[in-house]
Protein backbone atom coordinates (compact mmCIF):
# COMPACT_ATOMS: atom_id res chain seq x y z
CA UNK A 1 0.00 0.00 0.00
CA UNK A 2 1.27 3.56 -1.10
CA UNK A 3 2.12 5.72 1.89
CA UNK A 4 0.81 9.61 1.46
CA UNK A 5 2.58 11.97 3.33
CA UNK A 6 3.05 15.80 3.54
CA UNK A 7 6.13 15.79 5.54
CA UNK A 8 8.38 16.32 2.49
CA UNK A 9 8.06 19.88 0.29
CA UNK A 10 9.38 21.05 -2.73
CA UNK A 11 12.18 24.02 -1.32
CA UNK A 12 12.47 27.02 -3.53
CA UNK A 13 16.40 28.16 -4.67
CA UNK A 14 15.46 31.17 -2.75
CA UNK A 15 15.26 29.86 0.56
CA UNK A 16 18.08 29.05 2.96
CA UNK A 17 19.26 25.25 4.15
CA UNK A 18 18.23 26.42 7.61
CA UNK A 19 15.51 24.45 9.13
CA UNK A 20 13.50 26.16 11.99
CA UNK A 21 10.06 26.33 13.33
CA UNK A 22 8.79 28.85 16.22
CA UNK A 23 7.80 25.56 18.05
CA UNK A 24 11.41 24.89 18.58
CA UNK A 25 11.05 27.21 21.34
CA UNK A 26 9.59 25.82 24.64
CA UNK A 27 7.36 27.74 27.09
CA UNK A 28 5.45 26.62 30.24
CA UNK A 29 3.82 29.12 32.51
CA UNK A 30 7.23 30.91 32.89
CA UNK A 31 8.98 27.19 34.42
CA UNK A 32 11.37 27.33 31.21
CA UNK A 33 13.16 30.36 33.17
CA UNK A 34 13.81 28.08 36.08
CA UNK A 35 15.73 25.45 33.66
CA UNK A 36 19.50 25.88 33.61
CA UNK A 37 18.94 25.25 29.41
CA UNK A 38 17.78 28.49 27.52
CA UNK A 39 14.39 26.59 25.87
CA UNK A 40 14.20 29.35 23.64
CA UNK A 41 17.32 30.12 22.23
CA UNK A 42 16.70 29.19 19.17
CA UNK A 43 14.60 32.00 18.13
CA UNK A 44 16.72 34.60 19.33
CA UNK A 45 19.40 33.20 17.11
CA UNK A 46 17.02 33.33 14.51
CA UNK A 47 15.81 37.15 15.39
CA UNK A 48 19.91 38.14 15.78
CA UNK A 49 20.49 37.24 12.07
CA UNK A 50 17.25 39.07 11.36
CA UNK A 51 18.80 42.14 12.76
CA UNK A 52 22.11 41.70 11.15
CA UNK A 53 19.58 41.28 7.59
CA UNK A 54 21.04 37.82 7.02
CA UNK A 55 17.30 36.08 7.18
CA UNK A 56 14.03 37.13 6.19
CA UNK A 57 10.98 35.00 7.35
CA UNK A 58 10.64 33.80 3.13
CA UNK A 59 13.96 32.23 3.74
CA UNK A 60 13.75 30.05 5.73
CA UNK A 61 12.33 26.47 6.08
CA UNK A 62 9.86 25.36 8.51
CA UNK A 63 9.99 21.83 9.55
CA UNK A 64 7.05 19.77 9.27
CA UNK A 65 6.37 17.43 12.00
CA UNK A 66 6.52 13.82 10.96
CA UNK A 67 3.35 11.99 11.73
CA UNK A 68 3.66 8.53 13.74
CA UNK A 69 2.12 6.96 10.36
CA UNK A 70 5.45 8.51 8.67
CA UNK A 71 7.71 7.26 11.54
CA UNK A 72 6.59 3.79 10.88
CA UNK A 73 7.26 3.33 7.53
CA UNK A 74 10.88 2.61 8.42
CA UNK A 75 10.52 2.09 12.07
CA UNK A 76 8.43 -0.51 14.58
CA UNK A 77 7.92 1.59 17.68
CA UNK A 78 10.51 0.44 19.52
CA UNK A 79 12.75 1.58 17.07
CA UNK A 80 11.73 5.20 16.40
CA UNK A 81 14.48 6.46 18.47
CA UNK A 82 16.71 5.59 15.45
CA UNK A 83 18.09 7.19 12.14
CA UNK A 84 18.71 4.79 10.01
CA UNK A 85 15.80 5.82 7.63
CA UNK A 86 18.59 8.13 6.15
CA UNK A 87 19.66 5.12 4.29
CA UNK A 88 16.03 3.84 3.27
CA UNK A 89 14.82 7.03 1.61
CA UNK A 90 17.81 9.16 0.99
CA UNK A 91 18.96 8.15 -2.09
CA UNK A 92 22.67 8.41 -2.83
CA UNK A 93 23.42 7.69 1.06
CA UNK A 94 24.94 4.81 2.32
CA UNK A 95 27.95 5.43 4.36
CA UNK A 96 27.31 8.37 7.34
CA UNK A 97 30.07 10.29 9.57
CA UNK A 98 28.61 11.80 12.82
CA UNK A 99 30.79 14.30 14.39
CA UNK A 100 29.60 15.31 18.10
CA UNK A 101 31.13 18.38 19.35
CA UNK A 102 29.20 18.49 22.09
CA UNK A 103 30.83 18.47 25.76
CA UNK A 104 29.17 15.31 26.45
CA UNK A 105 29.31 11.64 24.77
CA UNK A 106 26.90 11.20 22.33
CA UNK A 107 25.91 7.94 23.87
CA UNK A 108 22.23 7.60 22.82
CA UNK A 109 23.36 7.75 18.64
CA UNK A 110 26.40 5.67 20.06
CA UNK A 111 24.34 2.46 21.18
CA UNK A 112 21.67 3.45 17.80
CA UNK A 113 24.62 2.64 15.76
CA UNK A 114 26.58 0.21 17.89
CA UNK A 115 26.96 -2.30 15.05
CA UNK A 116 26.02 -0.37 11.82
CA UNK A 117 29.12 -0.06 10.30
CA UNK A 118 27.91 2.51 7.73
CA UNK A 119 28.02 5.21 10.03
CA UNK A 120 31.67 6.45 11.66
CA UNK A 121 31.28 8.23 14.87
CA UNK A 122 33.58 11.21 15.92
CA UNK A 123 33.01 12.17 19.70
CA UNK A 124 35.08 14.69 21.39
CA UNK A 125 34.05 15.19 25.31
CA UNK A 126 34.81 16.21 28.58
CA UNK A 127 35.39 13.01 30.34
CA UNK A 128 34.45 13.44 33.60
CA UNK A 129 30.87 14.19 32.87
CA UNK A 130 28.03 12.99 32.27
CA UNK A 131 27.26 10.39 31.08
CA UNK A 132 30.33 7.98 30.90
CA UNK A 133 28.68 5.15 29.30
CA UNK A 134 31.31 2.54 28.53
CA UNK A 135 29.35 0.44 26.72
CA UNK A 136 28.14 2.79 24.64
CA UNK A 137 32.08 4.39 23.45
CA UNK A 138 32.50 1.10 21.54
CA UNK A 139 30.38 2.86 18.62
CA UNK A 140 33.08 5.48 18.67
CA UNK A 141 35.30 5.10 15.89
CA UNK A 142 37.67 8.42 17.13
CA UNK A 143 37.45 8.99 20.42
CA UNK A 144 38.87 12.28 21.84
CA UNK A 145 38.15 12.21 25.64
CA UNK A 146 39.17 15.85 27.14
CA UNK A 147 40.19 17.28 30.72
CA UNK A 148 38.42 19.37 33.10
CA UNK A 149 38.88 23.10 31.64
CA UNK A 150 40.22 22.68 28.26
CA UNK A 151 41.12 25.77 26.44
CA UNK A 152 40.86 26.83 22.57
CA UNK A 153 44.63 26.38 21.24
CA UNK A 154 44.17 22.38 22.14
CA UNK A 155 40.60 22.08 21.82
CA UNK A 156 40.81 23.63 18.01
CA UNK A 157 44.01 21.18 17.45
CA UNK A 158 42.14 17.80 18.43
CA UNK A 159 39.30 18.82 16.36
CA UNK A 160 41.22 19.63 13.46
CA UNK A 161 43.49 17.05 13.58
CA UNK A 162 40.90 14.07 14.42
CA UNK A 163 38.58 15.18 12.01
CA UNK A 164 41.38 14.91 8.91
CA UNK A 165 41.65 11.35 10.39
CA UNK A 166 38.25 10.22 10.55
CA UNK A 167 37.49 11.67 6.67
CA UNK A 168 40.71 10.05 5.67
CA UNK A 169 39.49 6.19 7.44
CA UNK A 170 35.72 6.84 6.01
CA UNK A 171 34.70 9.45 3.70
CA UNK A 172 30.78 9.77 3.94
CA UNK A 173 28.12 10.77 1.76
CA UNK A 174 27.03 13.03 4.60
CA UNK A 175 28.38 14.40 7.63
CA UNK A 176 25.66 15.00 10.77
CA UNK A 177 27.88 17.93 12.66
CA UNK A 178 26.57 18.30 16.48
CA UNK A 179 27.68 21.75 17.16
CA UNK A 180 27.12 21.83 21.23
CA UNK A 181 28.01 25.24 22.36
CA UNK A 182 28.32 23.71 25.77
CA UNK A 183 31.65 23.65 25.57
CA UNK A 184 31.34 27.25 26.14
CA UNK A 185 33.70 28.74 29.24
CA UNK A 186 31.56 29.34 32.35
CA UNK A 187 29.20 26.43 31.15
CA UNK A 188 29.06 24.34 34.37
CA UNK A 189 27.36 21.20 33.10
CA UNK A 190 30.32 21.06 30.60
CA UNK A 191 33.28 22.20 32.26
CA UNK A 192 35.25 22.89 29.38
CA UNK A 193 37.07 26.41 28.71
CA UNK A 194 36.00 27.55 25.17
CA UNK A 195 35.83 31.19 24.33
CA UNK A 196 33.15 32.40 22.04
CA UNK A 197 35.56 33.02 19.56
CA UNK A 198 37.15 29.54 19.76
CA UNK A 199 33.67 28.52 18.98
CA UNK A 200 33.12 30.34 15.91
CA UNK A 201 36.26 29.27 14.88
CA UNK A 202 35.98 25.80 15.90
CA UNK A 203 32.71 25.77 13.35
CA UNK A 204 34.64 27.01 10.41
CA UNK A 205 37.20 24.50 11.08
CA UNK A 206 34.31 21.73 10.62
CA UNK A 207 32.63 23.25 8.12
CA UNK A 208 35.87 23.82 5.61
CA UNK A 209 37.47 20.51 6.22
CA UNK A 210 34.11 18.95 5.15
CA UNK A 211 32.73 20.78 2.56
CA UNK A 212 36.26 20.94 1.08
CA UNK A 213 35.73 17.15 0.19
CA UNK A 214 32.65 17.75 -1.29
CA UNK A 215 30.32 16.56 1.29
CA UNK A 216 27.21 17.99 2.45
CA UNK A 217 26.84 18.62 6.37
CA UNK A 218 23.62 19.09 8.53
CA UNK A 219 24.55 21.06 11.61
CA UNK A 220 22.48 20.69 14.64
CA UNK A 221 23.35 23.17 17.36
CA UNK A 222 22.84 20.73 20.47
CA UNK A 223 23.36 21.89 23.94
CA UNK A 224 24.81 25.16 25.87
CA UNK A 225 23.39 26.07 29.22
CA UNK A 226 24.30 29.81 29.05
CA UNK A 227 22.18 32.67 27.82
CA UNK A 228 24.95 33.96 25.68
CA UNK A 229 25.08 30.97 23.31
CA UNK A 230 22.23 32.44 20.89
CA UNK A 231 24.46 35.60 20.39
CA UNK A 232 27.69 33.04 19.87
CA UNK A 233 25.18 30.98 17.41
CA UNK A 234 24.12 33.96 15.12
CA UNK A 235 28.04 34.94 15.18
CA UNK A 236 29.11 31.87 14.35
CA UNK A 237 26.22 31.10 11.34
CA UNK A 238 27.24 34.88 10.30
CA UNK A 239 30.87 34.13 9.98
CA UNK A 240 29.92 30.99 8.30
CA UNK A 241 28.21 33.03 5.53
CA UNK A 242 30.98 35.63 5.23
CA UNK A 243 33.45 33.04 4.36
CA UNK A 244 30.76 30.97 1.21
CA UNK A 245 30.49 28.40 3.70
CA UNK A 246 26.99 28.13 3.68
CA UNK A 247 24.13 30.18 1.49
CA UNK A 248 21.57 28.90 -0.99
CA UNK A 249 24.14 28.13 -3.57
CA UNK A 250 27.25 27.80 -1.31
CA UNK A 251 30.82 26.75 -3.91
CA UNK A 252 32.91 23.62 -2.33
CA UNK A 253 35.27 25.59 -0.41
CA UNK A 254 39.12 24.08 0.13
CA UNK A 255 40.07 22.79 3.82
CA UNK A 256 42.76 25.59 3.63
CA UNK A 257 41.65 28.41 2.09
CA UNK A 258 41.73 31.03 4.82
CA UNK A 259 44.15 33.94 6.41
CA UNK A 260 44.88 31.86 9.46
CA UNK A 261 45.40 27.97 8.82
CA UNK A 262 42.93 25.88 10.50
CA UNK A 263 45.92 23.21 11.01
CA UNK A 264 49.29 22.92 10.28
CA UNK A 265 50.56 21.64 6.37
CA UNK A 266 51.42 18.06 7.76
CA UNK A 267 49.24 16.52 9.97
CA UNK A 268 51.22 13.11 11.55
Known amino acids: MLHTTQLYQHVPETRWPIVYSPRYNITFMGLE ?9 WGKVINFLKEEKLLSDSMLVEAREASEEDLLVVHTRRYLNELKFLFERVEGISRATIIDLDAHQGNGHERDFMDDKRVYIMDVYNRHIYPGDRFAKQAIRRKVELEWGTEDDEYLDKVGRNIEKSLQEHLPDVVVYNAGTDILEGDRL ?15 LVFRMVRGRHVPIL ?8 KRTARIIADSILNLFGLGLIGPESPSISAQNSDTPLLPPAVP
Open 190 to 204: GGLSISPAGIVKRDE
Open 33 to 41: KLHPFDAGK
Open 219 to 226: MVTSGGYQ
